[in-house]
């Protein structure tokens, strides 16, 4: 059975930092791109980051410069470390994995259950 | 701003037939033909019902369908029942970003 499990979520003033994980199980964790997609409380899902099977990274605007992402393959684990954190990063933050159905589309098949961070003074 | 358009909201009784529709604008959405849609209960981490714009993963009624036409992607939710309440996203991506449309609460009245 396919697991996500997110953890490392809390309370940060602004300007800190902080580091989730994500575990996975129940499949070949190096075969697949992981992500991460943040969500505001009653706001819609915005994406955060990617990681692919060679670690290579991409982020949208919103994050670049401040959020890293990584992944270690013998720890089935992704993690990502958001610095210099701002009210507006308030959210739950999801790790999924991105399944290539066919050779370029993808789509998140698995879910974690989420762990929420709170940047507030 | 999202380069996925979505209703916020929609509609229907039981039994009855809704149409979710997805906007993408030409310059945002580079790879229209791999649209993903995703269902979210109240608390809940969010659950793929659609990828590639029509394709059903197991499991996943077939009461739920994918359509597109043009720039737009449509989720077709066919005998709605209550649990079918929830929100709705659609999902595509431009290069090396992915992209959600803002979602759509759909309602079983």
């Known amino acids: 059975e396919v697991q996500l499990v997110e953890s490392g979520g809390g309370l940060v003033q602004p300007g800190g930092s902080l580091r989730l994980s994500c575990a996975a199980s129940?499949?070949?964790?190096?075969?697949?791109?992981m992500h991460w997609v943040r969500q505001p409380t009653g706001k819609g899902l915005e994406w955060v980051s990617v990681?692919?099977?060679?670690?290579?990274?991409y982020y949208p605007a919103s994050v670049k410069g401040r959020f890293t992402i990584s992944r270690e393959n013998a720890k089935n684990s992704m993690y990502l470390q958001m610095n210099s954190l701002r009210a507006g990063d308030t959210a739950v933050y999801y790790c999924a994995r991105a399944n290539y159905y066919d050779s370029s589309g993808y789509a998140f098949d698995f879910w974690g259950q989420g762990t929420m961070v709170t940047v507030s003074s | 701003q999202s380069a996925l358009t979505q209703p916020a909201s929609v509609s229907g009784s039981p039994g009855q037939s809704i149409t979710i529709s997805c906007t993408g604008t030409?310059?945002?959405?580079?790879?229209?033909?791999?649209v993903s849609w995703y269902q979210q209960h109240p608390g809940k981490a969010p659950k793929l019902m659609i990828y590639n714009v029509t394709s059903r993963p197991s499991g996943v009624s077939n009461r739920f369908s994918g359509s597109k036409s043009g720039n737009t992607a449509s989720l077709t939710i066919s005998g709605l029942q209550s649990e079918d309440e929830a929100d709705y996203y659609c999902s595509s991506y431009t290069n090396t970003n992915t992209v959600f449309g803002g979602g759509t609460k759909l309602t079983v009245l």
């Open positions: 990681i692919g099977t060679a670690g290579d990274p």
């Open positions: 129940g499949f070949t964790f190096s075969s697949y791109d």
């Open positions: 030409s310059s945002g959405v580079s790879n229209y033909n791999y």
